[in-house]
Every structure is written in structure tokens, then in C-alpha cells.
């Protein structure tokens, strides 16, 4: 089972380019597929002591309204190559009231059977530092739209979510691009971005995570 993430992230100068790509019939090669809508709700857990954080891991329940189960992952540390981050990620359909502990157990279980040895080790140092907290440090809502997009001669298949983020109790939003290979080669995700940047609006290479930039904000906040 591939447990490799690999994501194009891109965030636009000009917001309305989200609008835009939400309503394509085609993108450079490729054809829209299918289209979708989600609004979640992403809880971020860690230890008192940091644990996860500092093992580079992250750990998050999502939440999308109208469905039943929670989706609760773990990812490990990206490597970003020309806006393309490539990641370990385990994910794992669970109800949302599941306690932490719990849950990351599973997911480091799940890890360690699935061939990703280098993210169940991490989760594991992680968990001598304590186990996680039953609230989390941070929250997202996220109303995301989908575009499925495929380029069938050449077997490609890229989800395309066009993200507009904010943090639970702060005055912080954001905007971004996320193309994630589904099948195919990377060559896929280059050819994406090519297809976006002929639309002739600015994008540029989105800089670490959502994740890491929205903790970057809380640990700068003057907030109560």
C-alpha cells in the first residue's frame, strides 16, 4: 500500500483564481471529472511536552460535516522539492469522540503493517515524552472544493483542492492550491502547475505546511 503523500501546493495572488479553477471542464491536459465540497473541522493533538512536534510528526482528526466517521492521520516530515512536498501519511476512518491515545496508537499500528516503518518509529519516540492530550492545541475550518481531474492516455489522476482556511478563535485566514497525485507520475503535478500558470494570474510555491504556518502564528499571537 503507498503511503507516500505527494502534493503541489501553490497559494494565488489573486483569491478569485480559487473561483476560477473551481469551474473548469479542462485544465492544460487534463479534464474534470467529478466536483465536490467539504467543510471541515481539523483538530491538531500533541503531548504537554511537545512530543509530536518534535518528532516532525502530525497528528489530526478531521471532521466533515454530513459524515459519520472522523478521518485521523498521522504525516510525517515533507520534503519539499519545486512546491512539490512528499510525505509519509497514514490515515484511518474513525468515529471523532475516539480519545487521542487511542487513535494515534492505531494509526502508529497502522503505520508499522503498511510499510512505514521510519513514521510508526517516530510516533513511537514521540509517545515516551507522554501520551497526547485530549484537546488539541489548534483548530482549522477549512471550506475546501474539489475538482477531479484526469489525463486518461497517460494514466494521471489529480485531485485539485482549492483551500480557504482560517483558525478557531484567532483572526488568521489563508488561502491555497493543493494538487495531490493520485495516480500517475510526478511529471502529473508539474503539468498542473504549468496548466494554472497559463490562466495568467501570479501563484507562488506555498511556504512548509498549513500546519506549521498556523502554529507559527499562534506562537507570535498576543492572544488571549
Request: proline share 4%; hydrophobic share 40%; net charge negative.
Amino acid at each position: 500500500m503507498d503511503t507516500l503523500e505527494r502534493e503541489l501546493k501553490l497559494v494565488p495572488d489573486d483569491e478569485a483564481l480559487l473561483d476560477t479553477l473551481a469551474s473548469v471542464e479542462r485544465l492544460g491536459p487534463f479534464e474534470a471529472r467529478g466536483r465536490r465540497r467539504e467543510l471541515q473541522r481539523n483538530s491538531f493533538f500533541d503531548s504537554t511536552a511537545g512530543g509530536l512536534a518534535a518528532a516532525r510528526v502530525g497528528f489530526r482528526r478531521r471532521v466533515v460535516a454530513h459524515e459519520s466517521l472522523a478521518t485521523w492521520s498521522i504525516k510525517g516530515d515533507a520534503q519539499h522539492v519545486g512546491g512539490v512536498a512528499s510525505r509519509s501519511e497514514i490515515e484511518l476512518q474513525l468515529e471523532a469522540d475516539t480519545p487521542p491515545a487511542l487513535a494515534l496508537e492505531a494509526l502508529r499500528a497502522a503505520a508499522a503493517s503498511r510499510g512505514a516503518e521510519a513514521l510508526a518509529d517516530a510516533v513511537s519516540r514521540a509517545l515516551t515524552t507522554g501520551q497526547p492530550s485530549t484537546h488539541p492545541f489548534l483548530e482549522t475550518e477549512t471550506d475546501r472544493r474539489i475538482v477531479d481531474l484526469e489525463e486518461p492516455t497517460r494514466g494521471w489522476q489529480i485531485e485539485l483542492a482549492l483551500d480557504r482556511m482560517r483558525v478557531v478563535g484567532h483572526n488568521y485566514r489563508e488561502i491555497e492550491i493543493e494538487a495531490e497525485l493520485k495516480q500517475g507520475a510526478d511529471e502529473a503535478l508539474a503539468a498542473v502547475r504549468s496548466a494554472i500558470e497559463s490562466l495568467g494570474q501570479v501563484v507562488h510555491e506555498s511556504k512548509g505546511s498549513k500546519l506549521s504556518r498556523a502554529t507559527a502564528h499562534l506562537s507570535h499571537c498576543k492572544c488571549p
